[in-house]
């Protein structure tokens, strides 16, 4: 009696990172296939692509779908598998400039070897993700002028010099940063105010500082909410020198919270940063879905 083979789907970047994964693809399909998934790829071109290519994984029933790329890659293939009917497990293989959400739930960071045998033999774990205004994301909501940033660095300097890129561009522009007024209401508070941040966390680590939001869970159902509110440039750089060790959110400057949906509203053009990729604009309304996703993860 012949035993039916599980069918994965790779969706992959191949242009994340240093180009390595390309190089490395023979031997990974061999791997799912030796592990028993009869493996089938799809290389995206252009943004929007991964989400196209997971929501046709989806439709096509696939026991697994891969996302390999950085945070962008598994930004749009979360949206492609989001609020659909069946969802099948999904695999992680960090290979991008930045793998926040891969470094939160601790994938083996370019590492694509172990990170194969990591979703062979890790452990399917339902997570939560954030809606907002018709899109997801899985690990991080950004607003205010230093999220800014984060468009403003050219795709070549990251892909060469990774993380530090934007810790770069982020001091040259420090000087020149001013705060945007907006409120936000929750069912437990309303804030309205010039701040200069303001973070929807649904892991700890975002932008590589792993306890930025030292309190996030990835399955409590709610989201971490971090503001910064108008500082100076001294104030400002007193707050991040207190971020390493976590003490950033009793500062008086910082608003730290948890709640399961909020609306946010800002009297000028504010934009929002979904897992590092252009969001929109504010208003938006923000809501947790409880244990959404599986995700392979270590097992504990």
Request: aromatic residues 8%; contains cysteine.
């Amino acid at each position: 009696m012949m035993i039916k083979m599980k069918r994965a789907r790779l969706i992959y970047n191949p242009t994340s990172g240093k180009e390595e994964f390309q190089k490395k693809l023979p031997e990974i399909l061999d791997y799912f296939e030796r592990a028993g998934y009869e493996t089938s790829c799809h290389a995206t071109k252009k943004a929007g692509d991964a989400t196209k290519a997971a929501e046709s994984a989806v439709n096509r029933g696939f026991d697994l779908i891969i996302a390999a790329g950085g945070d962008g890659t598994l930004y749009e293939v979360v949206n492609g598998m989001a609020e659909r009917t069946y969802r099948p497990p999904l695999g992680i293989i960090p290979s991008g400039t930045t793998n926040d959400f891969a470094r939160a739930i601790g994938l083996p960071l370019r590492n694509i070897k172990k990170s194969c045998e990591m979703i062979v033999h890790g452990e399917a774990t339902p997570i939560d993700i954030g809606k907002v205004n018709g899109k997801y994301f899985i690990n991080i909501a950004g607003a205010g002028a230093l999220t800014d940033l984060t468009y403003e660095v050219p795709s070549k300097l990251k892909t060469i010099i990774g993380q530090l890129a934007y810790y770069i561009k982020g001091i040259e522009k420090l000087p020149f940063i001013r705060p945007s007024h907006v409120r936000i209401e929750t069912d437990e508070r309303v804030i309205d105010e010039e701040i200069m941040l303001f973070l929807i966390a649904n892991s700890n680590s975002v932008g590589g500082l792993e306890r930025l939001a030292p309190s996030a869970s990835l399955n409590d159902g709610k989201f971490d909410c971090l503001i910064l509110r108008k500082t100076s440039l001294p104030e400002f750089l007193r707050i991040a020198s207190h971020v390493i060790k976590g003490d950033h959110i009793k500062d008086p400057d910082v608003i730290y919270f948890q709640t399961k949906k909020l609306k946010a509203t800002a009297s000028s053009n504010v934009y929002v940063n979904l897992d590092g990729e252009l969001g929109g604009e504010l208003p938006m309304e923000f809501t947790a879905l409880p244990k959404h996703l599986k995700v392979i993860m270590p097992k504990k």
